[in-house]
């Protein structure tokens, strides 16, 4: 039954591949993914707020103004005034005519209109050291700032059942010298809030203290961050009181969460600026579109760059990934430019990680068994200066890994990307692709990547894949239309032994003793010179010798190139579909357009 439902998955995909690029022409698919079914409407437009203004000046009694607010109220802070302390934003039973609005008394002029990101020049800041320069031709502040100063989460705190607040305009931080390092907007534990807009605000840690998280979306649903700035959250190696920083983070807890926007924000964290699941759970969030977002990491927290900036003691921060899905359902990932990631602190620089994990505490229990990802869409979008691309795998949690596994990990739908600069330089593999399976039952499955420009390390791998011969084979695999550099070893085992699947043989032969079901074709494998030869990959494949004979209109050696093809190419209009093989380099980037 699996091998006849396997084949019926990978005629399905091929079926919407031949309908459209992205999508199932009518349909909620994007080839075996299923899309988002809800998103979260977050214009001002959405969010009306008919009723008083209260204004509040610096000195005043924030909290308090908070608790006399009804729904449909105003709650304009001083701009430029401070506010200090742990604030709880209570219930009000509002409705979607009546949002409360917590916003700088700055006028709308004074802020980016809607749609474009704001950044720390609107809090009169200039720059920011090793971070992309922003237009700030003149700095002034017109943020209202409330900042934590609690050995506890803050500055805001949302109790169990507030709903419909927008925030606008402010700058939400904490003080240095905690002891602990906060989350700065979360749900109280064990409750439940909704429909809650992060708009145009600046939220960051300080430069060398821990801030474990700026947003936790755990008992939350119906939630934007939009056009918004992430910086400074992060954790520091050995002596830090966390170990995994993010910018937003989600998906733990026993509440069902979602949907939630993660849209035009910039987005820095060393551990994941985005996450999803790593704790207990026994359900999974759905419906998570991440789109438009800049993904960042300073060369300066990299230990041994110039002017290098870490925690206490002059330790380094723990980097990992740039986003992580360990429990999330139905996510679209789309138009988000990823830059600097690098490896260490047991990771290997990977820029996006897929990974079904039934966590385990610090007293040895497994506590996600119901932990999934599924139905995950990565499209249009850039990832570049890193030391690894994308990682996909199941694996064992605890006990050495004979302990417990997650519920499944499947229908993963990857294409039009660009991916260069993937180097060894970032304390990484230089490996593109990492398909792994660490499950005795229910096998990773259903993975397509399409339409995808990309150029590992040239010692490095196009495709790291593994499985024990013990475990059931992986199935469902598409690999399709790409325009790829091999690498000198391209596809490798991601374990040691004789015991892995890809333990021995040429491409072809590792390919078909990991997958029961596969398409290997109508690829474009630029060869290194060392390279395995043609017979030895699956059939229908094209090898172009050379970047020069792949006809880029400029290769720039694969480090931020324009990746159209010339007219006269082969590999023009060659794709299954008619397409040029490799990504939608003209899509790409008016996807990207803005982003950075």
Known sequence: MQSFASFLIIAISFLALSFSSTAWAGSNFDGPAELPRATVASSMGDTPAPGSIISVRAGDNLQAALDRAFCGDTIELQAGAVFTGRFLVRAKSCDAGHWIVIRTSAPDSALPPQGKRITPCYAGVASLSGRPQYTCVSPHNVMAKIQDDAEADGPLVFRNGANHFRLIGLEITRVAGLRNPPVLVSVEPLGVADHIVIDRSWLHGTTHEDTQNGISLDGSNYVAMVDSYFSDFHCTQAIGACTDAHAIGGGKGTHQDGPYKISNNFLEASGEAVMFGGGPANVTPADIQIVHNHFFK???????????????????????????LKNAARVLIEGNLMENNWGGFSQKGYAILLSPTNQINRYGQLVCPLCQVTDVTIRYSRITHAGSGIQMVTSISGNNGNGGQALAGKRWSIHDLVIDDISKNYVGGGNLFLIANGWKANPVNTITINHVTAFPDSGAHLLMIGNEITNPSMYGFVFINNMIATGSYPVWSSRGGLTSCAAKGTPAQKINKCFTTYSFKNNALIASPDAFPPSSWPAGNFFPANPTAAAFVQYDSGNGGDYRLQPNSHYKNAG?????????????????????
Do not use: C, Y
């Open 576 to 596: 299954t579909d008619g397409r040029d093989l490799g990504a939608d380099i003209v899509g790409l980037n008016a996807a990207l357009a803005g982003v950075e």
């Open 298 to 324: 300073p060369w300066q927290w990299m230990p041994g760059s110039k002017n290098f900036v870490g925690g206490a003691g002059g330790h380094a921060f723990i980097v990992k990934n740039h986003l992580e």
